[in-house]
């Protein structure tokens, strides 16, 4: 009796320590196949934010990338949000781990997913071209592009080649779409922000007052301290939506005057501003967004940042309205809760089925 219990117990240990064993091995091998890098920036070089001209990235390599070396991958850029950085897709959205669970599973592809950083002192650049915080969309479309193509077995072509963010990087992938046409193919945006002027990123929020108030380099090193997002966010949508070169500290045009403590609109100034914004720009980049294999976005109706779920609509009724396909993927959640989900239900899928896995 003592023997038979004896080798139940350690039957039993065995088989609870096995799996945890295998995850713990799947794990430690998934990191092996995330890879950092530095990426010259030349379309960096410059600014007068003084971001630097050599950014980090990580790339995650397939299982059986080192296995096969004559094969190459299609390749998926993932463009994170404002204070964020590439580690909140290894570390807070799990994408590695997501990827090998479904390749594992055959419910993937194998692909080569880049990770690049997009951040500045105001947060972020918004993947956008601006004499004062840098090129950022040259430095993804150009600068890391040819870098991963040229140390990578990647395929190479645009077919073979998609653009994912969320928040400020779904901004970042829409303009990229709009205005870098011929570099990627499939595109789609998380919860992106900045598509319109509105709610909370309208002139009414008492942010963009205090914003335009900053007269030294203290205030705006108090606004860190304080982690008071909104002013610091402004002041990145300035520097990167309307810049200015010769304004003092800043570096930016704010489209309105102060006039005893209350904001007056420069109306030529303001129109100005709201035209750099997506959903002014459908029409005129109708042509490089119908030429997409695919284009997709997707917003929970519980967004805390409330001009998100608005502008989504209203870019995906401009989209319409120019009969521009796309998918739209409208659910209960806010910003950040469902991007885990989302990635593996909806979004990694159907990125894949519209990309070219051939020469």
Known sequence: MAKS??????????????????????ATESAERII??????PSLAGNLLKTPSVQSAAIYLPPNYSKQPDRRFPVIYLLHGIFDDY???????????ILD??????????MIVVMPNGGNKYGGGYYRNSPVSGNWADYIAGDLVKYVDENWRTLNHPESRAVVGHSMGGYGALNLAMNRPGVFSVVWALSPCCLTPKQDLSLGNDAWRRASEIKETGDIQNLLEERDFY?????????????????ELIYGDFPFDIVQGEIVLDREGFD??????PVRQVRQARGALRDLRGLGMGVGLDDQFLHI????MEFSQRLGEERIPHQLDVYVGDHRQLVVDRLERIVFPWVAGRLVFSE
């Open 101 to 110: 669970r479904m390749i594992s599973n055959g419910e993937l592809p194998e």
């Open 231 to 247: 002013p610091i966010a402004i002041l990145g949508i300035v520097t990167a939506f309307s810049p200015d070169p010769d304004a």
């Open 5 to 26: 219990f004896f080798s139940k117990v350690v039957l039993t240990l065995v088989l609870v320590a096995f799996p945890s064993i295998l995850a713990a091995q799947s």
């Open 272 to 277: 100005t501003f709201v035209d750099e914004f």
């Open 36 to 41: 950092e890098v530095d990426v010259l920036a």
């Open 87 to 97: 580690g909140v897709w290894v570390e807070n959205f799990e994408v590695p781990t």
């Open 309 to 312: 779920p608005t502008g989504t």
